[in-house]
């Protein structure tokens, strides 16, 4: 069974930078997709950032070259460098995990596809 477990949520004001990790505390499968969501109350969970088996990394539009993610070097854990926030990063972010199916950047399109959550950590951005 896989548990993952998301830290580094927090407080921000705009410009800072905050970092968030994840962590397969279970089934130690390394071949998985990983994904980073968001969700703002009254809204649906979106994708923000995903790395594949191979590295292969996709973000959406409004974190590019502001967000980075990364796998560990065991595959068991992940991480997001979150600089330049913006009150629009708010939300609860979900770490995800699942068996590649698609293309990582497809894959972060729909949270349905991914099988394995997070609790989630919270992250406040003021202006």
């Known amino acids: 069974q896989v548990t993952l477990e998301e830290s580094g949520g927090g407080s921000a004001l705009a410009g800072e930078s905050l970092k968030l990790s994840c962590v397969n505390r279970?089934?130690?499968?390394?071949?998985?997709?990983w994904g980073w969501f968001r969700q703002v109350a009254g809204k649906e969970r979106e994708g923000v950032a995903g790395v594949d088996v191979n590295g292969t990394t996709a973000y959406i539009e409004s974190v590019k070259g502001r967000f980075t993610i990364s796998k560990g070097s065991d595959s068991l854990s992940m991480s997001l460098q979150m600089e330049s926030l913006k009150p629009e990063d708010t939300g609860m972010y979900y770490c995800?995990?699942?068996?590649?199916?698609?293309?990582?950047?497809?894959?972060?399109?729909?949270?349905?596809?991914?099988?394995?959550w997070g609790r989630g950590t919270q992250v406040t951005v003021s202006s």
């Open positions: 995800a995990v699942e068996t590649c199916h698609e293309p990582i950047a497809t894959m972060i399109e729909d949270e349905e596809n991914y099988g394995y």
């Open positions: 279970g089934f130690p499968y390394t071949r998985y997709c």
